[in-house]
């Protein structure tokens, strides 16, 4: 008896323990995607000043990557030499597979959105940000990102990742899984396709093994099952806040073989900002000691940064929005705020735009999620607490900056409806609402 309690106990440490491990590796991985900051790299403005980015006018689909990775000399991913299954073109058009990738940048309610397609059953073959991965080794390796390689990078894994073709990713896990097997793959729990049969292998040693899988006991990742279990899958959707620019997606986007749908996430840059400044405090220092202050050096690095990234997700949505011929029926711009109001009628939305079943798990898991509810005339209705829960940043961002976020991202806010606030007031003000009603166009 005594024994069995002993038992149950150490499962719960070491479920505790694992707990505690996740999140350390999610808050080290936002930390990573912040992480493109002028001491890392001085020599490219890239991100903090747009105007002067280099265009990517590199427009070769399968790029060897070893050439701009001398280190790396063992990667060989060109077509005709890559083992790994992949399905034929006819396949694709005739099997009905769809690829969509879940573009945002931190903090804009992406994980539960992501969770929109993740719950969508047996057909879903979703992962969680792969490219945290690419973007820690790049960064090791150069000791700071250069956004020309990364981005190629970026692009590159992701159409193997839709083609089921873990190789190149593997090139980039570090510690280098053995055998094709890894017990680190970043937030494997947070796919629901890698933590069921038969991907989720059994457990084999006793109760200090490490469960990769959050209610599951599954051993490391195989990750030739998960390819398998990827090509058996009739969707697959990717979520990742690391693509800085539309335009480096370009030949994802006009492989024939995807037929890739993008939707690009945006919040309220002053909501982001204040997410940020409560998840990732440390790093926020200078911000909360500014609005202590009263006093906000606009010219600092961490305020130009600030602007460039609202540019650079104001640029993607201004190219997606404008419907080049390359994304043509390809791009939709959500806004986080409007998948808060309107959760259920959103994601119809979204999954009509992607041709995706919206399966009626995957409406549970939205009804209970959001506490919404579905009317029997089949009209979705709005749902104040998840819209609640959204505003709340109203209330812990201080006005000084709100203000500043509104004159660095003045654009950006108005092309996604974003009202500016003139006084402490109106920010506080919960009558006043912050959301133009807009209506962006899905290609
Ligand atoms: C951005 O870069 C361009 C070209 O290098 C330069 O002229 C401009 O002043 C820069 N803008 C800012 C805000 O740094
Ligand atoms: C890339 O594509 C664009 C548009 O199709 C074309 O104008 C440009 O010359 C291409 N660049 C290269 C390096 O092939
Ligand atoms: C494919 O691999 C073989 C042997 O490893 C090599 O000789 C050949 O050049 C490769 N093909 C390409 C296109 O790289
Ligand atoms: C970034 O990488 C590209 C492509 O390899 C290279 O041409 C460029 O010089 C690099 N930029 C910096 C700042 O290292
Ligand atoms: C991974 O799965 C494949 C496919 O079932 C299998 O052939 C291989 O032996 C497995 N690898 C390991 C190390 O178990
Ligand atoms: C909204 O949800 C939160 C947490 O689920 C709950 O604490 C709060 O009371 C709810 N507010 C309203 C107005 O229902
Ligand atoms: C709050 O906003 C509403 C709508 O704009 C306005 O009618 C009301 O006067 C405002 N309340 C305060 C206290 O400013």
């Given at each position: 008896?005594?024994?069995?309690?002993?038992?149950?106990?150490?499962?719960?440490?070491?479920?505790?323990?694992?707990?505690?491990?996740?999140?350390?590796?999610?808050?080290?991985?936002?930390?990573?995607?912040?992480?493109?900051?002028?001491?890392?790299?001085?020599?490219?403005?890239?991100?903090?000043?747009?105007?002067?980015?280099?265009?990517?006018?590199?427009?070769?689909?399968?790029?060897?990557?070893?050439?701009?990775?001398?280190?790396?000399?063992?990667?060989?991913?060109?077509?005709?030499?890559?083992?790994?299954p992949?399905?034929?073109?006819?396949?694709?058009?005739?099997?009905?597979?769809?690829?969509?990738?879940?573009?945002?940048?931190?903090?804009?309610?992406?994980s539960?959105?992501?969770?929109?397609?993740?719950?969508?059953?047996?057909?879903?073959?979703?992962?969680?940000?792969?490219?945290?991965?690419?973007?820690?080794?790049?960064?090791?390796?150069?000791?700071?990102?250069?956004?020309?390689?990364?981005?190629?990078?970026?692009?590159?894994?992701?159409?193997?990742?839709?083609?089921?073709?873990?190789?190149?990713?593997e090139?980039?896990?570090?510690?280098?899984?053995?055998?094709?097997?890894?017990?680190?793959?970043?937030?494997?729990?947070?796919?629901?396709?890698?933590?069921?049969?038969?991907v989720?292998?059994?457990?084999?040693?006793?109760?200090?093994e490490?469960?990769?899988?959050?209610?599951?006991?599954?051993?490391?990742?195989?990750?030739?099952?998960?390819?398998?279990?990827?090509?058996?899958?009739?969707?697959?959707?990717?979520?990742?806040?690391?693509?800085?620019?539309?335009?480096?997606?370009?030949?994802?986007?006009?492989?024939?073989?995807?037929?890739?749908?993008?939707?690009?996430?945006?919040?309220?840059?002053?909501?982001?900002?204040?997410?940020?400044?409560?998840?990732?405090?440390?790093?926020?220092?200078?911000?909360?000691?500014?609005?202590?202050?009263?006093?906000?050096?606009?010219?600092?690095?961490?305020?130009?940064?600030?602007?460039?990234?609202?540019?650079?997700?104001?640029?993607?949505?201004?190219?997606?929005?404008?419907?080049?011929?390359?994304?043509?029926?390809?791009?939709?711009?959500?806004?986080?705020?409007?998948?808060?109001?309107?959760?259920?009628?959103?994601?119809?939305?979204?999954?009509?735009?992607?041709?995706?079943?919206?399966?009626?798990?995957?409406?549970?898991?939205?009804?209970?999620?959001?506490?919404?509810?579905?009317?029997?005339?089949?009209?979705?209705?709005?749902?104040?607490?998840?819209?609640?829960?959204?505003?709340?940043?109203?209330?812990?961002?201080?006005?000084?900056?709100?203000?500043?976020?509104?004159?660095?991202?003045?654009?950006?806010?108005?092309?996604?409806?974003?009202?500016?606030?003139?006084?402490e007031?109106?920010l506080?003000?919960k009558?006043?609402?912050l959301?133009?009603?807009?209506?962006?166009?899905?290609?």
């Amino acid at each position: 008896m005594r024994n069995k309690y002993a038992i149950i106990i150490i499962c719960i440490v070491a479920l505790v323990i694992i707990e505690k491990e996740n999140n350390i590796i999610s808050r080290v991985s936002e930390k990573l995607s912040l992480r493109q900051t002028p001491q890392a790299t001085p020599e490219l403005p890239l991100v903090y000043n747009v105007t002067s980015a280099p265009v990517v006018d590199d427009n070769r689909s399968f790029t060897v990557l070893s050439q701009d990775f001398p280190t790396f000399p063992q990667i060989n991913i060109d077509e005709e030499n890559d083992t790994q299954p992949r399905p034929q073109p006819h396949e694709a058009v005739q099997g009905g597979h769809k690829h969509v990738l879940l573009l945002a940048t931190t903090r804009t309610g992406s994980s539960f959105v992501g969770e929109f397609f993740n719950q969508q059953g047996s057909g879903m073959f979703y992962l969680f940000e792969p490219l945290w991965h690419v973007e820690r080794m790049l960064t090791l390796e150069t000791g700071g990102i250069n956004a020309t390689v990364s981005s190629r990078a970026y692009r590159d894994v992701l159409q193997r990742l839709f083609l089921c073709d873990f190789n190149l990713l593997e090139h980039f896990i570090s510690p280098p899984p053995q055998d094709h097997v890894t017990p680190s793959l970043f937030r494997r729990e947070s796919s629901a396709a890698l933590c069921e049969e038969p991907v989720c292998t059994p457990v084999v040693k006793d109760v200090f093994e490490r469960y990769h899988c959050k209610n599951q006991r599954c051993g490391p990742l195989n990750l030739t099952l998960a390819s398998e279990a990827c090509l058996r899958k009739e969707h697959r959707v990717i979520k990742t806040v690391r693509v800085r620019q539309l335009e480096t997606l370009r030949p994802l986007a006009e492989d024939p073989r995807l037929n890739v749908k993008l939707i690009h996430l945006v919040r309220d840059p002053r909501a982001i900002l204040a997410s940020r400044m409560v998840a990732f405090a440390s790093k926020y220092q200078n911000w909360k000691s500014w609005a202590e202050n009263g006093e906000v050096p606009i010219e600092d690095e961490e305020v130009k940064h600030l602007q460039g990234n609202c540019n650079q997700i104001r640029l993607s949505a201004e190219l997606g929005l404008s419907q080049p011929h390359w994304l043509a029926n390809r791009y939709m711009l959500v806004r986080f705020e409007d998948i808060a109001r309107y959760p259920m009628q959103k994601a119809a939305e979204m999954y009509r735009f992607t041709g995706i079943p919206f399966t009626s798990q995957a409406k549970e898991w939205i009804l209970k999620n959001t506490h919404t509810s579905e009317s029997a005339s089949g009209v979705y209705s709005t749902q104040k607490n998840s819209s609640e829960q959204v505003e709340k940043w109203r209330f812990s961002i201080p006005f000084k900056l709100a203000q500043v976020v509104q004159e660095v991202c003045g654009p950006t806010m108005k092309l996604f409806g974003y009202r500016f606030v003139d006084d402490e007031g109106t920010l506080v003000n919960k009558s006043f609402s912050l959301l133009e009603e807009k209506e962006f166009h899905v290609s």
